[in-house]
Nanobody, 112 residues
Framework: QVQLVESGGGLVQPGGSLTLSCAASGRSISSYDMSWFRQAPGKERQFVAGITWNSGSTKYADSVKGRFTISRDNALNMVYLQMNTLNAEDTAVYLC?????WGQGTQVTVSS
């Protein structure tokens, strides 16, 4: 089974940027589509972005389209989420998902 560990979250001002990382271990994720989700307090888990196994295709939630970019490095067993022009509505725990596994999440807080 794949273990996924997210990192890179933190406190950022509105308009700022963060890059999240998802490190996979236990098995290669190179043949799996991977996704990022987020969950804000009191809200349901929401799809944010997804990427196919070969990076041939990406998909984004309308709320982040044009601001977030998902990428991966199969050689390093890593998935990334570059987040730009952050706003308060982006505050949430961000979780990496794929290969039947979920990470524990990393907190992103956007506040002045």
């Amino acid at each position: 089974q794949v273990q996924l560990v997210e990192s890179g979250g933190g406190l950022v001002q509105p308009g700022g940027s963060l890059t999240l990382s998802c490190a996979a271990s236990g098995r290669s994720i190179s043949s799996y589509d991977m996704s990022w989700f987020r969950q804000a307090p009191g809200k349901e888990r929401q799809f944010v972005a997804g990427i196919t196994w070969n990076s041939g295709s990406t998909k984004y939630a309308d709320s982040v389209k044009g601001r977030f970019t998902i990428s991966r490095d199969n050689a390093l067993n890593m998935v990334y989420l570059q987040m730009n022009t952050l706003n308060a509505e982006d505050t949430a725990v961000y979780l990496c998902q794929g290969s039947g596994s979920w990470g524990q999440g990393t907190q992103v807080t956007v506040s002045s």
